[in-house]
């Protein structure tokens, strides 16, 4: 009950002012300015129907009131002021409630919420000329202060250009999170490196968020992150949607078998990535089997590396299956898989039908001489193959050789790079090359040292005192010393020389084996290391007889490299070095 200036309070009033204490009172007046009270509503309502009879009995003279006084109990007054007050605190309760869940949502993994992020002015941060760079920018200070971590001062800068590049920083989680807010508006940035980050499942998380979101990325390198099977998914999910990103890097990230179902899933639905790079991850066979589905179903990708995968057969036959469909793909590399004859006719069926493939990498894949000549079967149908790379196969100078005339024969093929590796050659290599060179333009071939044809043999009187030594050392130990220089396997070797199938050879088809890849023995260390070989005496090597060889030769290896003494002075390394000199002194070495 207030009182007007100027006016003397009324006996009511006077009464309010005795009973009621002054909080009370205070409380009181600062409710009626909201709400009204029960007293207030109580004359309310007396004076509305006082004034109703009055309108109806209008016709007679009233009498005038009595000068009565309306009291309001003190207990009504009470019970009044508690019920707002519980009102006021429920409505408190409430309110706080709300900021904890908002605080919540903000620590989530999810990042749409961020785009709300207070974005005044900060004392520490310049003036900038792009608002989208001033936004990215912000946002990402802005989480880095939510998230209570030091900002990256490179990070910060990179969000102002159009490559961001981390490399060998690790990013935890909240790093990882406030890097992705970053990147949700940014208008600015079009190539993201995160390289050997250590990110794992959950920075990849904060990453596909920001994908989803950003319009502008068009290249992505999440490399050697181990992000794994959560990471694959996430990401391949963000692809779905994302219609911007043409370049997608996940090398050395682990994923598995099982996890080729997502990039399948988003090769199906992207129509956008030119180029996925996957190496050295372990799809292996099963892998390469699901992978392949989403490449032969793909119109739109243009390069994939799978290399380092460990495809195997299976796995490079659903690759070369896929390529005879596909009629898009424009450079692959299944380099370092290891498939050798089965997946080498799966490959070259896809050469004499594809007619786009440009480029093709099949270095290190276990491919000797015989598989070379299938692939060459099949290149003499393509006439679109430019890029043609086996290197590091067990490719010998007559292999070399017959590849180098098919291409001589063949003026349909349209070769312009022939990458051989290290391979060594002959000499008519060699001269063949400079006469093709001359005929086609451009035409390069990569390969190692060349060999003269006239070449001594170690049993020549002229031997050097190398290869006098060579010749005294256990011949088991130089065979097996010479195919690890050589890069090639016994087991590839002896089962191109079955021709029978037998499971194996006699004296003469291995001692013509041997000489195919220019081994440094003569004629007495071959029948030494026949009859070593030959542990039952029937005049010829099983396979288990290999076998077992090699294993010998594998535990003397692991005996040497436990002990203290350093391999270089070891029967292994003394062996090692005495090959190597007469590697180098029997051949003509060149530089390309």
């Keep these: 009950m207030d009182v007007k200036r100027g006016e003397s309070p009324s006996m009511g009033e006077k009464i309010f002012r005795m009973v009621t204490p002054p909080a009370k009172r205070e409380a009181r007046r600062s409710l009626k300015s909201t709400s009204l009270g029960m007293a207030a509503k109580y004359r309310l309502s007396t004076n509305s129907s006082v004034s109703s009879n009055a309108s109806s009995t209008s016709t007679v003279p009233a009498k005038p009131a009595p000068n009565k006084v309306n009291r309001v109990r003190k207990s009504e007054i009470d019970l009044q002021l508690q019920r707002e007050m519980e009102q006021i605190r429920m409505e408190e309760e409430e309110r706080k409630r709300g900021e904890e869940l908002m605080l919540k949502e903000k620590q989530k993994i999810k990042i749409e919420d961020f785009e709300d992020y207070d974005l005044d002015d900060d004392s520490d941060l310049s003036d900038t000329e792009s608002l989208g760079e001033e936004i990215s920018q912000r946002m990402y200070m802005e989480a880095c202060k939510d998230l209570h971590i030091t900002p990256i001062k490179a990070l910060y800068k990179a969000l102002g250009t159009d490559r961001l590049a981390v490399v060998g920083v690790i ?11 970053g990147l949700v508006r940014n208008s600015i940035v079009e190539t993201l490196i995160l390289e050997s980050n250590e990110l794992g499942g959950y920075g990849a998380k904060c990453i596909a968020d920001a994908i989803t979101r950003n319009e502008y990325l068009t290249e992505i390198r999440i490399v050697e992150n181990n992000i794994g099977t959560e990471g694959a998914r996430v990401i391949c999910d963000a692809l779905r949607k994302n219609n911007y990103v043409r370049r997608l890097d996940l090398k050395g990230n682990g994923f598995h078998e099982e996890d080729a179902k997502y990039f399948k899933d988003m090769l199906d639905e992207n129509h956008a990535l030119r180029e996925l790079y996957l190496s050295h991850n372990k799809f292996q066979e099963l892998g390469g089997e699901i992978f392949a589905d989403g490449l032969a179903n793909n119109d739109f990708l243009r390069v994939l590396d799978l290399s380092w995968n460990h495809l195997r057969m299976r796995g490079a036959m659903a690759i070369g299956s896929a390529l ?15 498939f050798h004859i089965r997946g080498a006719l799966t490959i070259s069926r896809a050469l004499e039908i594809n007619t786009t493939l440009l480029e093709l990498n099949l270095s290190c894949n276990r491919l000797s001489d015989g598989c070379i000549q299938i692939l060459v079967n099949g290149l003499k149908k393509n006439s679109n193959l430019k890029v043609l790379r086996i290197a590091q196969n067990q490719i010998y100078p007559p292999g070399a050789f017959k590849i180098l005339e098919s291409i001589e024969n063949t003026p349909s093929i349209a070769l312009e790079l022939l990458d051989l590796g290290d391979t060594p050659v002959m000499d008519t290599f060699e001269k063949l090359y400079k006469k093709l060179q001359e005929i086609r333009n451009p035409f390069k071939v990569i390969y190692g ?11 020549s009187a002229d031997q050097e005192p190398e290869e006098e030594d060579l010749l005294n050392e256990d011949p088991l130990l130089v065979l097996f010393e010479y195919a690890r220089l050589q890069n090639f396997r016994l087991v590839d070797m002896f089962k191109q020389l079955d021709t029978d199938n037998s ?5 003469q088809e291995f ?11 003569n004629r007495r260390s071959l029948n030494r290391l026949i009859d070593m070989m030959d542990v039952d005496g029937d005049g010829e090597i099983d396979f288990s007889e290999l076998m077992a060889a090699q294993q010998k030769h594998k535990q003397l290896l692991k005996s040497y490299m436990k002990s203290e003494r350093p391999l270089e002075d070891t029967e292994i390394g003394r062996i090692d070095r005495l090959l190597r000199k007469v590697m180098y002194k029997r051949f003509l070495m060149r530089k390309f």
């Design 503 to 507: 499971g194996s050879l006699d004296r």
């Design 171 to 181: 990013l935890k989680k909240n790093e990882s999170k406030a890097c992705a807010i």
């Design 511 to 521: 001692s013509r084996g041997l000489a195919q890849v220019n081994i440094p023995m």
């Design 324 to 338: 005879q469909v596909n009629r898009h793909l424009e450079k692959l590399d299944i380099s370092w898989n290891g």
């Design 449 to 459: 040292m060349v060999w003269a044809t006239d070449r001594q043999s170690l049993a």
